[in-house]
């Protein structure tokens, strides 16, 4: 795929993980207002979360397109207002998707494992 | 009416400075006015570029208190403030002198953009038949009438921070050509229009389509770009 395939199909992804994003912000806020709203504790929190395999997979998909979207957003404005432009910043922006999805699945086993 | 205009004009190139002349008040004056005032009977040496000052050649656009607009067709009413403009050259483009600049990239990126048409039919084949309510012609006159200002390069912020970015004028002119179907390079063009140089660098911010003064939409047109490039880059096709 030629150069400005990748770049486009780029753009693409972002929108998409954008939409997923979308609905996933609005649960996530209204799982939050619940939580807080209810006073429930860290431990009742837990026990809810844990061995739950449709919170592991919503926040798993949450978690994923945050390293999708993320790293395409911050390479164009890394780009647009840093002028860092080539390979380098493509290599951060892979770099910075790892993280966040290392970092968000790890998070997420720690709650539901 | 103040009698005078206090009119703050750019001198030099890039490093320069604005210079004040006071320019006497007419009904109806505009800016092109107040320049060619200042030429005519205060500073002979300054530059500035013009042709038709009627709003058909797209010429003598210049920054008008921060905004780009044909001088010609405004009105020193409409945007005088207190008693003062400021005029200043077309932002993104190097100064020749004063209010002159050099269009040459603006005008290279159209080139970049296969913004020339490629047919196949020669003057002894039939003429093409276009029906003009079809969706493809509708979307051409939408943004045919461009003529070539430079006033959307200068209003757009992504032009600024890519230099590299085709920018609305080139970007409108391609898909003017993605939508006649007598045109035959449209896989080369999305090609030369896609991606980080091109409609994908587009914020969607608008300030073309504000500040056009023929009230084109280069906005609609690269999202349109947008469109189809993405549905061909997904069929792997760029």
């Known amino acids: ?113 | 009416m103040d009698e005078t205009l206090h009119a703050r004009i750019w001198r030099g190139q890039a490093q320069g400075s604005f210079k004040a002349y006071r320019v006497p008040r007419r009904q109806n004056q505009t800016i092109l006015d107040v320049v060619t005032y200042v030429q005519r009977h205060l500073d002979p040496s300054l530059a500035y570029r013009f042709a038709c000052r009627v709003g058909m050649c797209g010429s003598c656009a210049m920054t008008v208190n921060g905004v780009p607009r044909w001088t010609c067709r405004t009105r020193v009413a409409e945007v005088v403030d207190g008693s003062g403009v400021e005029i200043a050259p077309l932002a993104h483009l190097p100064v020749v002198r004063d209010l002159v600049t050099d269009m040459r990239g603006f005008f290279d990126k159209w080139s970049r953009a296969k913004g020339r048409f490629v047919g196949e039919r020669t003057r002894r084949d039939e003429f093409a038949v276009v029906k003009p309510d079809s969706a493809a012609r509708v979307a051409v006159d939408a943004g045919i009438e461009c003529i070539g200002c430079g006033v959307c390069y200068a209003a757009c912020d992504v032009v600024g921070w890519r230099p590299d970015f085709l920018g609305p004028a080139a970007l409108n002119r391609a898909w003017t050509l993605v939508n006649d179907r007598r045109d035959t390079a449209g896989r080369d063009r999305m090609r030369a229009v896609a991606g980080d140089a091109g409609c994908h660098a587009c914020h969607t911010q608008g300030s073309c389509t504000t500040w056009c003064p023929k009230h084109l939409a280069p906005t609609a047109a690269i999202a349109g770009l947008k469109r189809v490039t993405a549905k061909a880059a997904m069929r792997g096709e760029l």
């Open chain 1, 1 to 113: 795929m030629s150069n400005v395939g990748v770049q486009v199909r780029g753009w693409y992804w972002q929108r998409v993980s954008a939409m997923v994003l979308a609905v996933c912000v609005v649960i996530h806020l209204a799982i939050i207002i619940y939580a807080s709203r209810r006073g429930l504790t860290a431990a009742q929190i837990l026990g809810r979360t844990r061995g739950s395999v449709p919170l592991a997979a919503f926040y798993a998909l949450f978690v994923a397109a945050c390293a999708v979207h993320v790293p395409i957003g911050l390479k164009s404005i890394a780009e647009e207002w840093l002028s860092w432009r080539g390979r380098s910043v493509s290599i951060a922006a892979v770099f910075v998707a790892v993280a966040i999805l290392a970092m968000g699945l790890r998070a997420v086993w720690a709650v539901v494992a």
